[in-house]
């Protein structure tokens, strides 16, 4: 059930501002007339101060807005950068996607439509982006993706699968079968999936706006990276995380997937297989790829790095560069002159568990919060980004202040990929 589009507009406070100012709080009076204000919690929220808790009665699939970034006087507020692929004024497109399908623990479907409970859509359009956003994926078309077992139209039309807790904790019906094929696990419904996502970023992307992907497991990397691909075949991948996410169909030891995706971007030995030869169009060269963050790479992974050439800083070049530094020697690897097109796929596992706890496979040793921050503001600071994932944030893992700070966090990554800056 798609919900009706409302057109917020931001109210006058923000007008005459400088997008130099949003990191100062408004006042209560001028806060724009969002659902985040309404909630009494200001989207300028620090992190300690950024914990959202649903009011009663609350439902995700009825909160979400689209926020015009426009000042009562019409004049159009822009982003602290100027995003030179994107068409002006600066428009995002959030694709949330409630999908946990690449790996086995559920929840991690819940965090779109946490992330846009802690008020990501006014956040973002304080920032001076137009922000588009209505609901989040529906995947209930998918025969493979599970449905909740009490729905009643699971013969009808259409599905409700954005009820928060809807997730695959409650009895779930599985309309077709979805057994593994060699050792991959789940392998129609993560290529279905992904296969929609794709076109729903490439979509985007298309109409010259910056799709901003919120997962789900990283699987979903194999759908937003061949999504941006589509519109800018020469685009460079930064791909942030504890983990490589490049294992094959024949190397991986869980057959989960989302530690696949990036060998089917590649298109690597073992990737041209059923189903996802159906669409997947091996579009990423492996000179076009950056890592940064990685500290926990399988052997098999680690072999294909070498063969492959691909320029990864894990955290011990970290360590001894400093993030700067790095940033620095990751961008110019892959966007030499400043003209190329970057999509950023940020895996929240990235940073230490310590600053992003509620992950599906923390990995101790990751980022501190500040250098996650830096890696997302180097970015923005190119000008280059055309596409970006906020991945693998779990709200159902270890505790409520654990989940929220996740959810802050990841809020915050967003922020300064779309030119939040500290001063
Ligand atoms: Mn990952």
Redesign the pocket.
């Given at each position: 059930m798609r919900s009706t589009v409302k057109i917020a507009r931001l109210a006058a406070a923000a007008s005459r501002q400088a997008p130099l100012s949003v990191a100062r709080p408004l006042s209560t009076a001028s806060r724009p007339k969002t659902s985040f204000a309404r909630h009494g919690v200001s989207p300028h929220s620090n992190l300690s101060r950024n914990v959202w808790t649903a009011p009663r009665g609350w439902r995700a699939d009825q909160e979400p807005k689209t926020v015009l970034s426009e000042s009562p006087r019409g004049e159009i507020k822009s982003p602290q950068y100027e995003y030179k692929f994107l068409a002006k004024p600066a428009k995002v497109a959030i694709v949330g996607c409630p999908f946990s399908g690449g790996q086995g623990r559920s929840g991690v479907d819940l965090a779109p439509n946490r992330l846009i409970g802690a008020g990501l859509v006014s956040q973002l359009a304080n920032l001076g982006w137009e922000v588009h956003y209505e609901t989040q994926q529906s995947f209930v078309d998918i025969p493979y993706n599970p449905v909740p077992a009490d729905s009643t139209q699971i013969k009808g039309k259409e599905v409700n699968n954005s009820t928060p807790g809807a997730s695959s904790k409650t009895d779930m019906i599985q309309r077709l079968p979805d057994p593994d094929i060699g050792r991959m696990k789940k392998p129609r419904l993560v290529s279905a999936v992904c296969e929609k996502v794709a076109s729903e970023v490439g979509s985007i992307a298309k109409k010259g706006w910056l799709p901003l992907t919120l997962g789900g497991d990283?699987s979903l990397g194999l759908g937003t990276v061949s999504g941006t691909k589509s519109k800018y075949p020469n685009a460079a991948l930064i791909w942030v995380?504890a983990?490589a996410?490049i294992n094959t169909p024949e190397t991986t030891d869980s057959g989960n997937l989302?530690g696949c995706p990036v060998s089917f971007l590649l298109g690597l030995t073992g990737c041209n297989i059923e189903p996802f030869n159906q669409w997947v169009k091996p579009c990423l060269k492996p000179e076009e790829l950056v890592y940064v963050g990685l500290r926990d790479i399988d052997p098999e992974e680690r072999k294909l790095l070498k063969a492959n050439g691909i320029k990864v800083f894990t955290m011990h070049d970290i360590d001894r560069h400093g993030i700067g530094k790095v940033m620095e020697m990751a961008i110019a690897h892959v966007n030499k002159n400043g003209d190329t097109p970057i999509h950023l796929s940020f895996?929240v596992?990235a940073l230490d568990p310590s600053e992003a706890p509620s992950t599906g496979t923390p990995v101790r040793g990751g980022l501190t919060f500040r250098e996650g921050h830096y890696i997302t503001e180097a970015v923005a600071e190119t000008g280059c980004l055309v596409g970006l994932d906020i991945?693998?944030v779990n709200p159902s893992l270890v505790d409520k202040a654990a989940a929220e700070k996740t959810i802050a966090v990841g809020c915050s990554l967003a922020r300064a990929a779309l030119g939040e800056t500290l001063l």
């Open positions: 990283h995380d983990h996410d989302h895996d596992d991945m693998e």
